[in-house]
């Protein structure tokens, strides 16, 4: 059984920093596309960041420059450190799997199989 479980967030005021986790079992996920996404309650599920199997990374237009991807293989980790927040960042992040071992192929949310719980980020001003 795939299991994707996030940690790592909470509140911070506008300007800070915090570090997202998704700790990964049932498969070895540095073969597969991964991704974050965020969505804000009303709105639909938004791409933040993605990384495939050789370590491309992508970013929405709007963390560019601010967040960034990584994985640690040896762990079954995929990290999102995420600086300069701002309140438009306060969303639910979700780490996700694809079947895929380019992220060219899964450029939309129902791209991808497996799903964490999600982990609330808000950011005040």
């Known amino acids: 059984e795939v299991r994707l479980v996030e940690s790592g967030g909470g509140s911070v005021q506008a300007g800070g920093s915090l570090r997202l986790s998704c700790a990964v079992s049932?498969?070895?996920?540095?073969?597969?596309?991964m991704g974050w996404f965020r969505q804000v309650q009303g709105k639909a599920r938004g791409r933040v960041a993605r990384?495939?199997?050789?370590?491309?990374?992508t970013y929405a237009e709007a963390v560019k420059g601010r967040f960034t991807i990584s994985k640690d293989s040896a762990k079954n980790t995929l990290y999102l450190q995420m600086n300069a927040l701002k309140p438009g960042d306060t969303a639910m992040y979700y780490c996700?799997?694809?079947?895929?071992?380019?992220?060219?192929?899964?450029?939309?949310?129902?791209?991808?199989?497996?799903w964490g719980q999600g982990t609330q980020v808000t950011v005040s001003s």
């Open positions: 049932g498969v070895t996920y540095s073969g597969f596309c």
């Open positions: 996700a799997a694809a079947g895929f071992k380019s992220c060219e192929y899964a450029p939309l949310p129902t791209d991808y199989a497996y």
């Open positions: 990384i495939s199997a050789d370590g491309t990374t």
